[in-house]
Every structure is written in C-alpha cells, then in structure tokens.
C-alpha cells in the first residue's frame, strides 16, 4: 500500500509518501517555496504527481487543516489529476495529539509503548466531542443532545495528551487535558454561561481534565513573548537564555500545585500580568530576563516529572514512554528525566513539533488499514540526496579551497595595482 499523508495548516505544513509502509520521503513547503514557516501548501502537490507516476497512489490522506485548507487542497490534488485516477482520499482534523504520539511511536522500533504528547495546543473540540470519546454521547437523550448543539460555539484545546500504544495499530487515550480559553472582551456580552455542568461530568470520567489554566506549553510561549523575542514559536531562546539564569527569590512561581499556570500571574490575551506580579517587569535587563527564563525552565522540568510520575501511576509496570509534541523540543527538560527515571527506555521524537504531523498521520492510517507488523524506525532524519563518498568529498573541498586563494590572490593584486 502506497499512501501519502498531507499536513494541511500550521506552521510546519507538508507531506510524507510511504512505499509498502515504509518511509520514502516526508518534506515541508517551506523547503521547497524556501519562506520560512510557509503554511500554505503549493509546491507539494508537483511532488506528489511525481510520487504518483513514479509509484502509484493507494490512498491519500488530508489532516491537520480548516474546511477552506481543505477544499483548497481538494482542488488542487484534482488540478493534478491525481484524485482522477482510482486513489481513494480522506479527510480527518481532530487527530492532532495523536499524531504526534504515532510519529514517536513509530519511529521508536518499540512493540508497545506509552506515549506523552505536550503541545502548545493542538486540536480544538467541542462538547459532543469530547462526549465521543469517552462514550457518553450513546446515552444523550434528545434534549441533551440539542442542549449541547446550542453549546457548540464553546472550544476546547488539547494541550497534553498520554496514549497506551501497540502494533500494529492499538491506540487507548489514557489521559487528556484540554482547555477552555479565557473569553475576550467582546464575549463578555455573551449572555450564555460556560458549560460547567458539562465540564464537571467530563471532568469525573478521570480521563478528560477541563481547565481554564494554561498548560506548560501556552506558559512557555507566553513568557518568550514576555521576554522579548518576536513570537511564541521562539522558545528554544528561551530555553537557551536559561542557561545564564540563576534563582531569584524576588520572582514569583508561575504555576500551581497541579503543574498548571497560576491564571492571577496572565491575562487572557497571552500576557504576563505585571500588574500583579511588578517582579516580572525586566525592562530589558539582561540577568532579569535570563532569571525569569530560568525559573520557567524549572518549572518545565517540575511539569515533566510530574507527568511521568501520573504514567507511572496509571502503567505501573511501563518500560518505555515516547515524547513528543512541541515541548519535546525542550532538550535540557528532556535530559532531566531520562537521567531521573533512569529504569525506563525514553524515545523522544527527532521531529517533535509539528513537522511530524504528515509522517504521524500516514503511519497510522497504514497500520490502521493494513494490520501490517513490520517494523520501520527511523535510523536518521536525513532523507535529501546521499552525501559523497569520502574521497570525492576531499576533491570538493580541494576545489573551494583552491577557488577561494584564486580570487583572494587576484583581489589582492588588483589593490596592488
């Protein structure tokens, strides 16, 4: 089965083509537009048509995307011609988070694994959703089922998320948190109250946790933003800048007992309320700033053990745990529990953030569909044109070297003359 996965919004759009269920190439857009965090798919689809008279197509599938994304791509892959020609096609939005945890899982070569997912947020859903997946909605009555239609505008973001996962495709959500995002000014005048009710009898599932606090990845970036660095998608900054930090006592703690963010110390359009906490204000100050990013890092690593402890609690006899998600990036948090929990085998995704989105997707629709048991981890993340072989390499470098001195020698006789 041939079977190409599209990652259709976002900031690391792309897509990832397997032959038989192995891995033949996975590339982002903005590889090939060259405009950094391109999220508008073009290019692909020329790649894809390639893909197809070179291979053939079984199946394609579309995820990660908004209903304009994919019409857009809908339009684009019948353009090319390739929806024309027997490929079966799918769409799917609400997968996000696990996405995330089959990349790792399936890269890691590990026949069953438990997989933690910490994202900025991933997936929004409503009521009925979240319903779905815990098997309530089956015994709704009609009054509740329309009650919740009327509650639809209401969204919830997955922030972290822990599967139990096995070949060849068995995925049990063991835990999710998902947030309900502070209402703007202009909600205010929304006469309709939050679903609590709801929110309470989801809560007592003891699977789905709703919450209005943000999460460690929403904290990360609200404070790389708070430190001055242009978006919330640098904070490998951040996490660099910690490095020079030391403890201050003059700071206060970000988060709560339960490892999310304390909601007096940010306001609800993702800033630091300085207000509040005057501590926070750093006015540029080098050492202040590299203070604030070390407590943050502190807590992320606080917030890390404590999630692999809940695993713990939940799988007592867990061997391996797979990381993945955009707070996986967090190498210096990631070494800490490894070197902590040192009697369990950790694999952390090599692409964590959502550059994972189309692999994770197209290896879980291939397991999915095919029952397949084969194996095919990841040995390296470089899948471009093969290096040269040594001695060619050394001719390479001879070359540039040599054409280097030649235009240093002629610049220097040209000043002579």
Known sequence: MNLVALSCSGHESGVTFLVDGKLYETILEERLTTIKKDKHLHQVFEKIGQFHEKFGIDKIVATNGTDGDFIFTRESLEKFGITKKNVQYEEEWERHHLYHATSG??????????????DGWGADFRLLQLLDILGMNKVLSEDQQEQLEDLDKWMFLETTSIYNMAYPCEDELLYKNVLLPHPQPADFLVKDEAPYEWMKKIQESGIINCTSNYDVGMLYGLIT???????????????????????????????????????????????????????????????????????????????????????????????NIVFSGGCALNICANSVIQEEFSDINFYVDPVAGD??????????????????????????????????????????????????NEMRYTDESRRKK
């Open 105 to 118: 899982f399936y890269a890691s070569g590990f026949d069953e694994a438990v997989c933690l997912v910490v």
């Open 225 to 319: 933003r708070h430190l001055g660095f242009e978006d919330n998608e640098q904070c490998g900054k951040t996490m660099g800048l910690a490095g020079y930090g030391k403890l201050n006592p003059k700071l206060p703690d970000y988060i709560l007992n339960n490892g999310l963010t304390d909601m007096n110390f940010a306001f609800s359009d993702m800033k630091v309320n300085t207000y509040n906490f005057p501590s926070m204000e750093h006015y540029d100050d080098f050492q202040h700033r590299a203070d604030i990013a070390y407590k943050l890092q502190k807590h992320t690593e606080d917030i890390f053990r404590m999630r692999i402890n809940q695993i713990i609690q939940m799988k007592p006899d867990v061997k």
């Open 355 to 404: 550059a994972c989105q189309s692999y994770g997707a197209a290896k879980y629709f291939y397991y999915k569909e095919t029952g397949s048991m084969m194996k095919d981890p990841l040995t390296t993340t470089y899948f471009g044109p093969r290096p040269p072989s040594p001695p060619m390499l050394k001719k390479q470098i001879e070359f540039e070297v040599a054409k280097h």
